[in-house]
């Protein structure tokens, strides 16, 4: 360690963006991800475990002819060797750039088709804000290799149960599946997508995807003006609008509304808005067998859904995208009820692994944003929000701390969580104050008179509390929370008392 | 994503020193991590997650004034703000830095004493080497806030239990206990260390320190060369000695091979050969009040001993330090035997937390080095080499997809983990050959005669694959692999051939 004897004291703090978490917040998410990776490997997805840190090269986002490539990464330069510079490295920012970079890697060894599922932590170079943070968990799965739609629905059917494997109940949920190449064909109708030159026009395409994209916060007029000439908002801000025509305008609306009562209805209602385009047909026809299979496997509309106005940031999906919403309804910061929103989501996309090797491979997975869907548990008050304290021996005599590691080592072998204060034991008072700050269920004395009659005072913390809250004379007659009990006896009667406590 | 036309295609590769973990790699690491995070709850320890990323600062090993602090870690400068230079952040290079700065920070909140542990990936910057690697787990425990040997105990008796829990048997790992205090006494019996002066002879107490750690490999002779006016190895390379002169030596050596039969005769050992010094009895009381504690809860010298030629990088450890090592024979990559060797290790520290709040905390604590704990599992053949591989159903005919996707959900439904062939299925042999490399128990054929006659074709793989290595034909003709069962009794018959299987 460095002594900091002239240096100033360093901060005790988180660097900015960064937390810490305690006891059950780290042990939920544990129970979590154990949970979600059961069913994982139920659906044959095996796990996957890449460092924290690969090449900017490979990551692929920032590239390393720039002096410093850390625009939304952390990266830094490795030490060169003679003239050759060191490689840039960066922690990854999510889990699907080092799938590709591992597939490519090892696509001679690996299973064809590849179903994987990775869990853990991934970093964002971001401007922290409140919520937002720069490390937080994703939990992905991923089907690498299979152009089959057999792999869409399967990952949407793995998604519906696990969330009700983690304590989401049906009804709860609902999972929306639409397809990129449904929209390319309604912008094809509606003639802002040109098959023969597919780069032109972007900016367009661009400002029609982001309104869809803001249908809950805009409503179907801010959306209209948005394809039209463009929107004032409340501020008096112009954006500007994507310029298309009525006729082009109602292609698109109609795409967005195109939602029915059943997926077979909603098929047809898009069938007819990408008439004429070859491929929104592909699209509907591929919208069609994942409705298909899913009906098969028993997953019918109450759990997932054909939703045309689903547009997850569509940059790099190709074909199927989907998403998890949680419906129930939460106070948010301002006390107002909305519905939670989306924990989950992902798609069918073909070009990350063609950038390592040339070759197409087509693949598609979905990332649960874990830390939203405990926020969610939270919410709904199914989270532990403790972790069961220990049951505290004190120390009355210093000297005797055997007879107290005695008396915890027998409990713990006992399976009891179970522990001898190791403060300062002057205060008594002290070790109490102790006990309650854990949470401790019971408390265990024995004084030297107790010792000399062979007997031990244990303490029903969580009855005293409650006797002390609540409770009248008489009822205290009733339940005494301390009891003395022969030494050998100890074990039993907190056996005893923590079993009464579960009830 | 970057479209990369015109750059060449990226290197599909870990960066030195990183590799990836797949299937039975992960999973073995989560259920031991899980295994041993239940021993430290029941000590009553709870768990602390920090981020990966800490300031250069608080991380306190490196100073931010020099242009790339990053000897050691890896670091970056974060962008700065107007004049204001950003600050340099780091990868945690350990679990008891942060754990320094939570309780700096934190300290008013926290319970006192704070036991808390960790588990997760560490980073050090350094040249990688064969078996060495840039990112590894480590998992630690540590009591903060108290001075009592009962801490410093209650850490041996959970590391053995961890390590039993983790499936070592008793017999196969012991823990050794030495205190940095009884050295510093006998280095001042041998008059290499002055009380009035500490930091005078630091260079002499280093040479003694890394002698006494090569007692295994230098041998008795060699030690006390080194001792005294140095070492000619077999290179013809020579090490300076310590100068110690032959009854300063012989202090020394009787320390290194004080131990006796039990603890209580290697305690009275060592008072004797501290006698005049006072840190040095303090440092045998210590030793043999941990003892005590130690066998009133029933750990014995079998699983925990005192052992004076323990001494572990002392670099900051002040009193009690301990070891876990293996003791079972393996053979090292040249094919000898030798035995495992240390997997975990700790001690008691008191100036991490002061160099943030300027006030001293006892501290004491434990890390276990997971990656080696996993790798001396499997040498003894006690980890788990796959993940059970899942019931492949095949696809005999494209467009009756949704039937075989029916076919997972029920077996999925009832726990069993299950897929479809979701590759090309044109080539049936490449979807058995898909099965294989899964490791397939079982495999469901329906082609369209099975569908009219409303049956299965269910292959017992593992079945198969003996009486393809080794049986005769009479003993084929009495135990088919292949079953035809009617579609719905599909689940019953798989449930009974992979019970069998477990036999």
């Known amino acids: ?78 030490d060169g060797e003679g003239e050759k510079p060191g490689d840039w490295l960066a922690l990854r920012y999510d889990m699907t750039a080092p799938l590709a970079r591992v597939y490519a890697q090892h696509r ?60 989401i109940p049906r ?55 948005l394809l039209g000439a463009g929107r004032k908002d409340d501020s008096g801000d112009f954006t500007d609008g994507a310029g298309l025509s009525d006729p082009q305008a109602d ?41 298909d299979l899913l009906a098969a496997g028993g997953y019918g509309p109450d759990r997932i859904e054909i939703d045309s106005s689903v547009v997850r940031g569509l940059g790099y999906y190709t ?17 107002r009820k909305r519905q939670f929103g989306s924990v989950a989501g992902g798609g069918r996309y073909d070009d990350l692994v063609k950038r390592f090797t040339g070759q197409e491979v087509p693949a598609t997975g979905v990332s649960i944003g874990v830390d939203r869907l405990l926020a969610a548990l939270t919410a709904k008050g199914r989270m532990q929000r403790d972790v069961q304290g220990p049951v505290v021996v004190t120390v009355m005599d210093r000297v005797r701390m055997a007879d107290y590691q005695a008396m915890v080592a027998e409990l713990r072998q006992a399976g009891i969580r179970a522990e001898v204060y190791l403060g300062n034991p002057k205060n008594f008072g002290n070790q109490l104050k102790y006990a309650d700050k854990r949470g401790s269920p019971v408390a265990i004395i024995e004084g030297g ?36 009990v022969p030494r050998d006896q100890m074990l039993a009667k907190v056996r005893e008392i923590l079993e009464g406590q579960g009830k």
């Open 1 to 78: 360690m460095a002594k900091p004897k002239k240096t100033p004291r360093p901060k005790a703090e988180t660097p900015k963006g960064f937390r810490d978490y305690f006891g059950a917040e780290v042990t939920a998410r544990a129970e979590m991800l154990q949970a979600i990776a059961g069913v994982y490997h139920r659906y044959g997805f095996d796990a996957l475990e890449t460092s924290a840190v690969e090449t900017v090269e490979a990551l692929g986002k920032f590239l390393p002819d720039v002096d410093r490539p850390n625009a939304g990464v952390f990266a830094w330069q490795e």
């Open 108 to 167: 001679n060894d690996l299973p064809n088709p590849y179903r994987r599922y990775a869990m853990g932590p991934v970093w964002r170079n971001e401007k922290p804000g409140p919520g937002r943070f720069r490390q937080f968990y994703q939990c992905d799965a991923d089907t690498v290799g299979s152009a089959s739609m057999g792999a869409d629905a399967e990952i949407c059917a793995m998604l519906a149960d696990t969330l009700e494997e983690v304590g």
């Open 449 to 484: 008179d107790e010792k000399d009659r062979d007997v031990v005072q244990i303490k029903d913390l969580i009855l005293g509390a409650k006797i002390a809250e609540t409770a009248t004379h008489e009822e205290w007659k009733d339940r005494p929370s301390q009891f003395e």
């Open 251 to 291: 292609v698109v609306m109609g795409f967005m509304q195109a939602k029915r009562d059943s997926g077979a209805a909603t098929v047809a209602r898009l069938r007819e808005l990408v008439a004429g385009s070859q491929m929104g047909e592909t699209g509907v026809d591929e919208l069609e067998q994942i409705a």
């Open 171 to 225: 009804g709860d949920y609902i999972i929306r599946v639409n397809n990129r190449k449904v929209l390319n064909g309604v912008m094809e109708v509606a003639g802002v997508l040109d098959p023969a030159n597919p780069d032109a026009m972007e900016r367009e395409r661009g400002i029609v995807l982001r309104a869809i994209d803001k249908l809950d916060r805009l409503g179907v007029d801010g959306v209209r003006a």
């Open 319 to 335: 074909g199927p995208v989907y998403e998890a919403e949680l419906t129930f309804e939460i106070f948010d910061e301002k006390g």
